[in-house]
């Protein structure tokens, strides 16, 4: 179906992901950030003309989830990543709370009605997984989901991670490219960023108090995330484990595999039937005999010169 982008940061397919040994910042030779912001330029403007391609060809959608920590920086990356690509291509959805319809149906319903059409790019700032992630540290939020008895079991994550695993290759099958990028932010760096928060008045809106009180879960957090990428990073929708305490780095990095990615889809303009190119040039006849007739305009005659 898809064969996914190479990179150190690509969570392998085998079960084998282990968080703890991930880093957080990249190696020192790509923390330049003027070459960063450069490489993410040059991206950036291939990424558009992909984005038309993709539009164009209307075989394929793309997907990309992005999940994190708070202040990891999800909305900075897709705004920075995206910053080039024509609205009319693009649709972002920023999940949060579940809504009382949203408790209504299966966790994936919410989700499942916001998915790209072909030819667009989709975006998921947090998504699906929050529900083997916020609510698996918080298990009392299962109470409010209106699931019968026998749904809340001892193995409930294991089987919404299997019902995720199902639910994207489905997607994959039918052409929806799938990407998924987990911002690796230190449990440091995001108190650093807190700060900031709260010393610069122009980012206060951004902190919430219940910010710090998360803080209190970030293992249970962390082991959530471990188990989340391990059981569904496939081939057709890899896990992406990208350091975010550098944050040009994260950008570029992300910006370098979504290119890569859309690279590999061979994506082509349509090219028209012979029928069409016939209807074309007669109406390329039609259209160019509509043009309006030029006209020459009169020379005035010269005034004669009166004598001095």
Not at 141 to 165: F, H, M, N, T, V
Request: hydrophobic residues 35%; glycine residues 4%.
């Amino acid at each position: 179906m898809f064969e996914a982008p190479k990179s150190p940061y690509l969570v392998p397919f085998d079960g084998s992901f282990s968080l703890s040994k991930m880093k957080n910042h990249p190696p020192k030779a790509k923390s330049d950030k003027k070459k960063n912001k450069e490489q993410l330029e040059e991206y950036v403007e291939k990424l558009a003309e992909l984005q038309s391609l993709l539009y164009a060809h209307d075989h394929h959608s793309v997907l990309l989830i992005f999940q994190a920590m708070d202040a990891a920086g999800k909305d900075g990356t897709i705004k920075a990543v995206l910053s080039g690509v024509n609205p009319v291509g693009c649709q972002i959805y920023s999940f949060k709370a579940p809504s009382a319809e949203e408790l209504d149906h299966d966790f994936l319903w919410r989700t499942s009605k916001c998915l790209p059409e072909r030819g667009r790019i989709g975006v998921f700032n947090r998504s699906y997984y929050e529900e083997v992630l916020v609510v698996r540290v918080h298990p009392e939020y299962l109470g409010g989901q209106k699931l019968p008895k026998y749904a809340i079991s001892e193995d409930i994550w294991d089987q919404r991670l299997e019902s995720i695993a199902d639910h994207e290759k489905h997607l994959a099958r039918n052409g929806t490219l799938i990407l998924k990028f987990f911002l690796n932010v230190s449990e440091e760096e995001q108190r650093q960023r807190f700060l900031e928060r709260l010393e610069k008045p122009e980012k206060n809106w951004k902190f919430s108090t219940g910010d710090v009180s998360e803080r209190g879960h970030w293992s249970a957090y962390m082991e959530a995330y471990q188990q989340a990428l391990a059981a569904t990073s496939r081939s057709w929708a890899p896990w992406y484990c990208i350091p975010a305490d550098h944050k040009p780095f994260m950008r570029e990095t992300v910006a370098g595999i979504i290119v890569e990615a859309l690279e590999s889809l061979d994506l082509k303009y349509p090219v028209p039937s012979e029928d069409d190119k016939a209807h074309f040039a007669d109406m390329q006849t039609q259209l160019e005999a509509q043009a309006p007739k030029v006209q020459t305009p009169s020379k005035k005659p010269k005034a004669k010169k009166g004598k001095k």
